[in-house]
């Protein structure tokens, strides 16, 4: 019934969604369900069941829905109001750790932070000593960083605000070692050819390029580097499909772009002292 229901909203994997969401909605992995078949469910159980399976319906995000994200490796609490980490930003990762491997305590901003899934992997990944700060202009999501950051046991200093004016603020104090962002780069053409879940109910201001220009945010971090990075200091950015013909226009010639795992070019990486 629950696969049929799914089926009709045109979900691409109704049996799947349908028993992911029924074992969220009972307390148990999807596995455990087959070992319950013959239970009768208790009518708490279908309601909760129901109400998942009509927010899935409305194409609302399943890590939405079940509260949470995988992300190199850790579980990050999402919902409403912050974005869902995706799998190819961890690329912004790996890169960012080859960069400080053999630093003893590497000062890092992510600007942007969201659910905190860059700041806190690499605070992890790190280790005690680095200087992890994070940035982002909303409460919703910052809520989210902070819960992620105490729940997995990372020290990771949170910004409430504007990215580039609290770059420009602390890098005043001491500049940093890695500058690292996920911006909005969403095109104003691109919008429409979104998911619904994604275009429905993610919020605008973590997708949607400000003033309709993909490439102002990764410009004026490239404008800002070298003067808020040590002299071996790096800036990572992550680019939208379409950008990357543009980004020796507005990165300059020493930045170089590496592919994600399916060919797309993806990491802007700029290194003005090098
Ligand atoms: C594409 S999301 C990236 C979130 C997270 N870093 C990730 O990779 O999943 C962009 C983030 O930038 C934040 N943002 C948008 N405009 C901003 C601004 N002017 N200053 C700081 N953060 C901003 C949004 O709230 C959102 O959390």
Known sequence: MSTAFLERKGLENPRLEADLLVAHALGIERLQLYMRLDQPLLAAEVDRARDLLVRRGRREPTAYIVGHREFYGRDFQVGPGVLVPRPETELLVDRARELLAGYEAPRVLDVGTGSGCIAVTLALE???????????????????????????????????????????????????????????????????????????????????????????????????????????????????????????????PKAVVHDDLSGVPRVLELRPGA
Not at 162 to 174: F, M, N, P, S, V
Not at 196 to 206: F, Q
């Open 126 to 252: 790190l280790g005690g000593s680095a200087d992890v700060h994070a940035v982002d202009i909303s409460a919703d999501a910052l809520e989210y960083a902070e819960k992620n950051g105490v729940r997995l046991g990372a020290a990771v200093t949170l910004h409430e605000g504007d990215g580039l004016e609290t770059l420009r603020r602390l890098a005043a104090d001491r500049p940093f070692d890695l500058v690292i962002s996920n911006p909005p780069y969403v095109e104003p053409g691109e919008a429409a050819g979104l998911d619904e879940e994604v275009r429905g109910h993610e919020p605008a201001v973590a997708l949607y390029a400000p003033e309709g220009d993909p490439d102002r945010w990764a410009r004026a971090l490239c404008e800002l580097a070298g003067s808020v990075l040590e002299d071996r200091g790096a800036l990572l950015v992550e680019l939208g499909h379409l950008q990357a013909a543009r980004a020796s226009d507005f990165a300059g």
